[in-house]
């Protein structure tokens, strides 16, 4: 299994820049995609960016243009890079990994705020 730890969720105000990450540890070994997702209150958690071993992006239509998902193979490390923030932005974000035959594995989740 994978161990996840997110960081850098904080409370922004509306317009500002927050940049997530999200360090890999244990048996990296074959994971083919890394995704955040995020979960507000009182709704389902959601997909937000996906990126695959490959290098290949997808977004969710709410953040495209905004966000932006990268990682850093040599350091075993995500990012999401969020701009533009807007108060419905305002959830628990989850760093998820897919491995090929392990299935998916998740952190802890860090709160991003965003409100004046």
């Known amino acids: 299994q994978v161990q996840l730890v997110e960081s850098g969720g904080g409370l922004v105000q509306p317009g500002g820049s927050l940049r997530l990450s999200c360090a890999a540890s244990?048996?990296?070994?074959?994971?083919?995609?890394m995704s955040w997702y995020r979960q507000a209150p009182g709704k389902q958690r959601e997909l937000v960016a996906r990126?695959?071993?490959?290098?290949?992006?997808n977004y969710a239509d709410s953040v495209k243009g905004r966000f932006t998902i990268s990682r850093d193979n040599a350091k075993n490390t995500m990012y999401l890079q969020m701009n533009s923030l807007k108060p419905e932005d305002t959830a628990v974000y989850y760093c998820?990994?897919?491995?090929?035959?392990?299935?998916?594995?998740w952190g802890q989740g860090t709160q991003v705020t965003v409100s004046s």
């Open positions: 244990g048996s990296i070994f074959s994971i083919y995609a």
């Open positions: 990126i695959t071993s490959g290098g290949s992006t």
């Open positions: 998820r990994t897919d491995q090929l035959g392990l299935g998916a594995s």
